[in-house]
């Protein structure tokens, strides 16, 4: 059975730094490529970044250059790494995995985990 | 960069068909993907690919897409389908997700 196990959130201040864990089993987690996807309270989805086939990365455009996805294959966990975080990044973080094998990026995720919580406050 | 365009509310009977488009710059070229997500859960995956389904997800549930317009169509609405729904595409210009504004069906 597929898992998907997020964790790592919690109340930061602005300009604070988190870093997200997901933890997965029940698949051969380096065939897969996986996402963060976020949803602020109220709102609706928002892809934030994709680990792909070759390890290639991609970012939102309002997490680039403040947000590193990894993954360590051995341990079957993606990370997110969040730097200099802003009141707008608060939501509730989601781990997906694509629903191919080897996907270069574009195919959808089929499985989520079921989020862990963000808030940045001061 | 590419939009999505969806319906925020969309309101069908119990045993009618629902509708919801999604709308896009030549969104018939790309491959688009549907979401439901219900209150206080992680979305679910309900027709990929314009078209194909995932396992488990039942028959009522299908997509097309046309020149700017996808749709996911649920025959024989049930109260439990009631849900926020997303479309999402591939932006392969900029190697973006994007996703709709998401469109919430409530059954009466």
């Known amino acids: 059975e597929v898992q998907l196990l997020e964790s790592g959130g919690t109340l930061v201040q602005p300009g604070g730094s988190l870093r997200l864990s997901c933890a997965a089993s029940?698949?051969?987690?380096?065939?897969?490529?996986m996402s963060w996807v976020r949803q602020a309270p109220g709102k609706g989805l928002e892809w934030v970044s994709t680990?792909?086939?070759?390890?290639?990365?991609y970012y939102a455009d309002s997490v680039r250059g403040r947000f590193t996805i990894s993954r360590d294959n051995s341990e079957t966990t993606l990370y997110l790494q969040m730097n200099s975080l802003r009141a707008d990044d608060t939501a509730v973080y989601y781990c997906?995995?694509?629903?191919?094998?080897?996907?270069?990026?574009?195919?959808?995720?089929?499985?989520w985990g079921q989020g862990t919580l963000v808030t940045i406050s001061s | 960069s590419y939009v999505l365009t969806q319906p925020p509310s969309v309101s069908v009977a119990p045993g009618q068909t629902a509708r919801i488009t999604c709308g896009g710059n030549?969104?018939?070229?790309?491959?688009v993907h549907w979401y439901q997500q219900k209150p206080g859960q992680a979305p679910v995956l309900v027709v990929y690919?314009?078209?194909d389904r995932p396992s488990g997800i039942p028959e009522r549930f299908s997509g097309s897409n046309s020149g700017n317009t996808a749709t996911l169509t649920i025959n024989r609405v049930e109260a439990g389908d009631e849900a926020d729904y997303y479309c999402?595409?591939?932006?392969?210009?900029?190697?973006?997700?994007?996703f709709g504004g998401g469109t919430k069906l409530t059954v009466l």
């Open positions: 997906a995995r694509d629903i191919k094998v080897n996907c270069a990026g574009d195919c959808p995720p089929d499985y």
């Open positions: 999402q595409v591939w932006d392969s210009s900029i190697n973006h997700w994007v």
């Open positions: 030549s969104i018939g070229s790309k491959n």
């Open positions: 029940g698949f051969t987690f380096r065939s897969y490529a």
């Open positions: 680990i792909a086939r070759g390890d290639r990365t």
């Open positions: 690919d314009n078209s």
